[in-house]
């Protein structure tokens, strides 16, 4: 499956990895454009493309993994999303020195990527941990646990199988207003560190 990434940091190169290591493509993309990435698709090699943000958006999934400051502006410049999958891998801060966190009121952050991306059907995934956790060595006989949360039941399907992919176990928490309220930072599975044993 061909995979967009939106930022190609920490979020959008491990993951990029991990995609490739289970046979997906992905198309890389970052705010500087695609000659800033030669090295980064040098380190992940031949399944990975450079392309502009706008290619990277026209895939059937596309990550968004750029800081919170950054979303309102780069979803602004994208064409339609025609009902492809938007995975938000976002953390509502406002900065990185001394990790502020947004004041939300009573919205959430996937709800607000939800209405920046009208007519994407975005799940959440990938935020609740520091990336490189998720793909952490599992004690034997037991996988990962990656939460998702979102309001298409076909769109979260299919992060579960990509995810499944990941040889992690997808857990579904529900919608964008009450999993994803779990998920943000100050949510109860925020941080949290789940292991799944095979046999049950
Ligand atoms: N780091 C983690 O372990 C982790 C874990 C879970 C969730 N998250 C969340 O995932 C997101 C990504 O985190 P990160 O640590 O990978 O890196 P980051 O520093 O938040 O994002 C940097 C990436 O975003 C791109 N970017 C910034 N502004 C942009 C814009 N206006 N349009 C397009 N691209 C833009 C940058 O492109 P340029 O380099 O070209 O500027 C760069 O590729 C954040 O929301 C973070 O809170 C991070």
Known sequence: MN????????????????????????????????GSLSLV????????????LEQAAACPIVVLAIPWVSVK???AKLPKWEGRILIDATNTFLNY????VDHLGDDS????????????????????????????????GHK???FIAGDDAQAKASVA???????LVPMDLGTLGSGGRFMQLGGVFSGAELLKTNDL
Do not use: M
């Open 97 to 100: 020195v001394d990790f502020t």
């Open 41 to 52: 698709i040098h380190r992940l090699g031949s399944q990975a493309r450079a392309v502009t």
């Open 73 to 75: 502006e780069a979803l």
């Open 109 to 140: 952050g996937s709800e607000i990527i939800a209405r920046l991306a009208a007519d994407a059907r975005v799940v959440k995934a990938f935020n609740t941990l520091p990336i490189a956790g998720f793909f952490n060595a599992a004690p034997e």
């Open 161 to 167: 199988e990509l995810i499944r992919s990941l040889n």
């Open 144 to 146: 990962r646990v990656a």
């Open 3 to 34: 995979i967009g990434i939106l930022g190609a940091a920490t979020v959008g190169e491990t993951l990029a990895a991990e995609f490739i290591r289970a046979g997906h493509e992905v198309l890389l993309s970052n705010r500087r454009g695609p």
